[in-house]
C-alpha cells in the first residue's frame, strides 16, 4: 500500500512540475516582441535604419526584409552580433524615391499585405516612414 501511495505522489509532482513549466513557455511564446525603429542615420553611401526588439531576432534560414511603401530592402546586419538590434542599409538614391509617410514594415521573410495575418508575430508595423 505505501508503494502505491508513493507512485501516486511522485505522479502527482511530476505532473504538477510539467504544468508549470509548459504553462510558463506558453506564456513566453504568446507575448509579442516590442519592435520600433531606434534611429535614421545617414553616411556617405546608404541611409541606416536601426531597428531594436525586446526579444532576439531569429536568426535561421530565412532573412528579415523592410518593407517602406512598395520598395523592400534585404541589406542589414546585426550590430556587434547583438540579435536584439538590426540595421538595414539604404542605397541614398533609393530613399530618396521613398515617400514620407509611407508603410514601414519588419517580417521574417516575404510580406503580402493583402493576405498577411494580422496575428502574425513575424510580421512587425513600425508606422510610418520620418523623412
Not at 500500500?1 to 502527482?12: D, G, I, K, V, Y
Not at 504544468?19 to 545617414?42: D, H, K, L
Not at 528579415?64 to 538614391?93: A, M, S
Amino acid at each position: 500500500m505505501q508503494n502505491s501511495s508513493l507512485r501516486l505522489s511522485m505522479a502527482f509532482l511530476i505532473f504538477i512540475i510539467t504544468t508549470i513549466f509548459s504553462g510558463n513557455s506558453i506564456y513566453a511564446q504568446a507575448t509579442a516582441p516590442n519592435v520600433q525603429i531606434v534611429s535614421i542615420t545617414e553616411n556617405a553611401e546608404n541611409i541606416e535604419i536601426l531597428i531594436q526588439s525586446d526579444q532576439h531576432f531569429i536568426v535561421g534560414d530565412n532573412r528579415y526584409v523592410l518593407y517602406i511603401g512598395e520598395k523592400y530592402f534585404l541589406r542589414n546586419l546585426h550590430p556587434d552580433g547583438d540579435e536584439t538590434k538590426i540595421v538595414f542599409f539604404i542605397l541614398l538614391n533609393d530613399y530618396q524615391l521613398l515617400h514620407a509617410d509611407d508603410e514601414v514594415v519588419l517580417a521574417y521573410g516575404n510580406y503580402n499585405p493583402a493576405n498577411a495575418k494580422q496575428t502574425d508575430q513575424q510580421v512587425f508595423h513600425l508606422g510610418k516612414l520620418k523623412k
